[in-house]
């Protein structure tokens, strides 16, 4: 069984373009993320939802918007999309946002924007 | 704020060697320390983590990491390498207290094991 899932696992779309990426876990974990990899590697948290609060929600553009409908799933939509946005975005989950729990990852997204 | 700092890019071994990944961190009082690890076009892995006690951590796949608070470290080994093992490690660090919901990565080492 897939603990976190994420779809669709590679989506080309060109600039100016809408995009939704879909993420569920099935771990009855209360807290999600999403990452973003750049194309160095780097990890850069952008969201995450404890019991479906927003707690953590970095400095990116308003473009990006993050929705949870329950506490199984954390949906990532990008409004007009850009060629900085291409990377690899991660989905991921935790038994709590804070202290000493791991979190688990999904499989990844990859954007690529033409 | 807190920190992570993996100094080295790359790291290259020959299978059946010690291996060491070397982090440093910094952080408002006692941390939560993690490593991860990432297989080509896969999500990060959980291999283990330091809260409190033992200075030496046992986690997944024969790796084992060190704590040392007077030098902020948390440096991940493995007493012999395999090829398998070629990846790229991430450590992570997270402050205690409420409020401390942010996980920070440094940047990843890359570790070739060279057969």
């Known amino acids: 069984d897939t603990a976190v899932s994420q779809t669709p696992k590679y989506l080309v779309t060109q600039m100016g373009n809408d995009k939704s990426i879909k993420c569920e876990q099935n771990?009855?974990?209360?807290?999600m993320y999403w990452y973003k990899q750049d194309s160095k590697k780097f990890l850069k948290i952008m969201f995450s939802?404890?019991?479906?609060?927003?707690?953590i929600n970095e400095t990116v553009p308003n473009r990006f918007s993050p929705k949870s409908p329950d506490k199984a799933h954390l949906n990532l939509h990008i409004n007009s999309l850009e060629l900085g946005d291409s990377a690899v975005y991660f989905c991921?989950?935790?038994?709590?946002?804070?202290?000493?729990?791991?979190?688990?990852f999904g499989p990844g997204t990859r954007l690529t924007v033409t | 704020a807190q920190s992570v700092a993996q100094p080295e890019d790359q790291v290259n071994v020959a299978e059946g060697n010690p291996l060491t990944v070397k982090c440093t961190y910094s952080?408002?009082?006692?941390?939560?320390l993690f490593w991860y690890v990432q297989y080509p076009n896969r999500g990060l892995q959980f291999l283990l983590k330091?809260?409190?006690?033992?200075?030496l951590v046992k986690g997944s796949y024969g790796f084992e990491a060190e704590f040392n608070k007077s030098q902020t470290s948390f440096h991940l080994k493995k007493p012999s390498a395999l090829v398998s093992d070629s990846a790229l490690y991430f450590c992570?660090?997270?402050?205690?207290?409420?409020?401390?919901?942010?996980?920070?990565f440094g940047k990843g080492t890359k570790l070739s094991v060279i057969p």
């Open positions: 991921a989950s935790s038994q709590g946002g804070q202290g000493a729990y791991e979190q688990y």
């Open positions: 771990l009855g974990h209360d807290t």
């Open positions: 939802y404890n019991n479906k609060e927003l707690i």
């Open positions: 952080v408002s009082g006692n941390p939560y």
């Open positions: 330091y809260i409190t006690g033992d200075n």
């Open positions: 992570a660090v997270r402050g205690p207290g409420a409020g401390s919901y942010q996980l920070t």
